[in-house]
Structures are given as C-alpha cells and as structure tokens.
C-alpha cells in the first residue's frame, strides 16, 4: 500500500503551514515560556500563579493573626483590606483551574481525594483539638458545621459539582450574582456547611471558569500595575472611613442581612458592594504579583498545606491567652506577630511538609475506586507507538 503524499524518490510534498494551538493549549514543539516549569504530572507550571497562591496564603495567615489583636484603628484597618481580596483571589483562581472539571471518573475522584478527604481529616483533627487543648470535653465532631477557614473546602466541592451548569448556561455570571443576593436575604440557610459564604463567594468562582489566559495578560501590564496604586490607596481609605459603619459579616459573607441586622434589602446591596470593592482590590493585587520565579515560587505548590495546618497555631494561641498579652498590642508586637504568621505559613509549604502529610492532604487511594475502563482504553491509545512503514509496503490483515 502506497501513502500518495509520499512517493518514491528524495522528492516531498512541501507540509502543511503550522498553526498555532488553541488558546491555552501549548503546542508541543514550543519551548517553555518564561516562568514556567514542569509539574510532576508532565505540564508546565506557571510561575505567575504560583507566586499569586502563596502570597494570598501569607496574607490569610497574616489576616487571622491580626483578626486576634483587633483593639487598634490601624490594625482593623489593614484586615479589612486584607479581607476584602486575600479569599477572593483564591477563589477566582480556584475557578480558573476549574474550567476542565466535569463529571468524568477521574476528576470525582480528585475532588474526593483532594477536597473531602482532606476537610474530614482536618474537620476531625480541629474539634479534637479545641476538645483537649482548649479542655472542652463537650465539643463533638461534626461534619456539617466547619471549624473556623475549613469552609472554604466544603464550598470548593460544592463550587466544583456545579462547573458543568456554569459551562452551559448563556449568562453564568450575571446568575451567580442573584443567587449571591438571594443568599443574603434567606436567614433560613442557617449554617450547615457555612452554605452563607457558599452563595455569596459563588461569583467569584463564576467569573474564575469565565476567564481566559488573555485576561490575566490585560491585568499583567505595566499601566494597569500604575493604576492599581491609586485604586488600592482609594480603597483602604473607604474602608478606614465605614469602619465605625460597617460591620464585619458583610465582609466575611456569612450571614444574611437579617442576623446582621439590618432590612433584607440591604443584603443584595452590600453584597453587590462588597463583591465590587473585593474584585477592583483582587486585580489590584493580581496585578503586582511578579510574573517570573522567584524563590518563593516553588511553595505555591503547597499552599493547601499551609492553609490547613497555619489554623492550629492561631487557634494556639486562642486556648493558651497568647494574644493577652500587652507587648503584642503594640507597633512592635503587632510587627513581629505578622513576620511570624508569615514564616510560619511559609514553612508549613515547603516540601518537607508536603511529603509527609500528602497521605492525608493529598491522598491518591486508588484502592477506594473502580478503574473506568474507558479511560484506561483512551490513555493507552494514547501512549501507542506510532508504526512507519517503508514505501510500497502492504498492510497485511
């Protein structure tokens, strides 16, 4: 059998002109970009997004050290900055990385393995925790009411179960933003699962699997960094003048309007506003966050690890009166308490770390799953060798 687009002799058909791959797809003949390096499972790792994770680590520890000394206007001031973004832009990348997911065997499997698994270890190791170090014989173990940032696991999985239905309707954003609204005027959702901060943190997740590389491209240049500054100073300053005015719920998005009280239309109000000044802050962080490795780059990787693990040290210092202490109030204390929340945090994302407790945090447990024979038969067609035969060979049946 003959292949016509080669014949016989030294003479070929010139090949096709190359095109260039979808977007975000890399092409497999390019040479990584600036930035990037492999991941353990074969694809390249951007540095941009690592750096984006570990400093909003950082800043979620550094936020809840603060959270415990708030008795200072400047203090309060820079949580409530700090509150205004550091979960939104964990959200939003969240939901950018989300925009594969569906309801194939592998990817329900990672969510178990990477999202449940980990929120009943934790779930379990925090309540026995305030049940012996903070001497509660009482407190019990439950799986419905999130101890302190576990929230953010159980709202993951539920962000991640409802990717297909934002893949397919028309309009996903504009939707996500009524059910956030309708969230904060339903007192009756109560607090299983902290479902609050599920619905009113839902547009961020939204907007995550609705962007593309070429949004974080927009937010990378040099004038929107300049005009950031500006942005960022206008916020800090609106959030030190309705500090006396605004209570801390709206910002934390856990209660309905009616258990802040205030009238239920008050609540899609402030979410709206609060949502507006947590995306305008979010790009202005987005937009300072350095685009090549740095030596930090490497952690981001293991973010998960310090934002399970920092919680047990704040809570530390709850059980044992640390934060009572006067020399912590001070501009001295408060200083070398935020270097310490940042080391620590830093330290809990290391390697070291990760290769110890992955067997929890990250466990694979293919023991626990049925394997799918179709995607056992796809990845091995896959990995099939490609056979060249010589020209005018025939292909015997």
């Known amino acids: 059998m003959t292949n016509s687009q080669r014949p016989y002799g030294n003479s070929r058909t010139p090949l096709p002109p190359a095109q260039a791959p979808a977007n975000g797809v890399p092409s497999p003949r390019t040479p990584p970009q600036e930035g990037t390096r492999p991941a353990p499972g074969g694809r390249p790792r951007d540095a941009y997004f690592d750096n984006a994770k570990y400093l909003a680590i950082v800043l979620v520890a550094v936020g809840h050290a603060w959270g415990q000394i708030l008795d200072d206007g400047a203090v309060e001031t820079a949580y409530r900055v700090v509150y205004l973004f550091h979960m939104p832009a964990f959200i939003l990348i969240s939901g950018y990385f989300s925009r594969g997911f569906d309801l194939r065997p592998r990817h329900v499997q990672r969510l178990i393995t990477g999202v449940v698994v980990p929120y009943v270890v934790f779930e379990t190791a925090y309540s026995l925790f305030q049940r012996y170090g903070n001497d509660e014989p009482g407190h019990g173990i439950t799986l419905l009411d999130p101890t302190y940032h576990l929230w953010f696991l159980c709202a993951l999985f539920v962000w991640r179960l409802t990717t297909p239905l934002w893949r397919v309707i028309r309009h996903p954003l504009p939707v996500s933003l009524v059910i956030a609204a309708l969230g904060s005027v339903s007192p009756q959702i109560g607090d299983d699962l902290e479902l609050q901060r599920v619905l009113q943190f839902l547009p961020f997740f939204v907007l995550g699997l609705t962007l593309r590389p070429e949004h974080f491209r927009m937010v990378k240049r040099r004038s929107v960094r300049l005009l950031s500054v500006p942005v960022f100073l206008a916020a800090?300053?609106?959030?030190?003048?309705?500090?006396?005015?605004?209570?801390?719920?709206?910002?934390?998005?856990?209660?309905?309007?009616?258990?802040?009280?205030?009238?239920?239309?008050?609540?899609?109000?402030?979410?709206?506003?609060?949502?507006?000044?947590?995306?305008?802050t979010t790009v202005c962080f987005l937009a300072w966050v350095p685009r090549r490795r740095m030596w930090f780059t490497a952690l981001g990787a293991g973010t998960i690890y310090g934002y399970l693990l920092h919680a047990f040290l704040v809570r530390a210092g709850n059980y044992t009166d640390f934060y009572d202490r006067p020399w912590l109030h001070e501009p001295l204390g408060v200083l070398c308490l935020t270097l310490f929340a940042a080391a620590a945090v830093t330290l809990l994302c290391t390697r070291p770390v990760q290769r110890a407790l992955r067997c929890v945090v990250e466990p694979r447990m293919a023991w626990a799953f049925r394997q799918d024979a179709g995607e056992v038969a796809r990845v091995r067609e896959q990995h099939r060798p490609v056979e060249v035969r010589a020209p005018g060979e025939k292909v015997s049946v």
Do not use: I, K
């Open 236 to 280: 800090t300053a609106v959030v030190w003048w309705t500090m006396p005015y605004l209570r801390l719920g709206w910002l934390y998005h856990s209660d309905g309007a009616a258990e802040l009280g205030a009238p239920w239309w008050a609540g899609p109000l402030m979410v709206f506003g609060t949502l507006a000044g947590s995306l305008l």
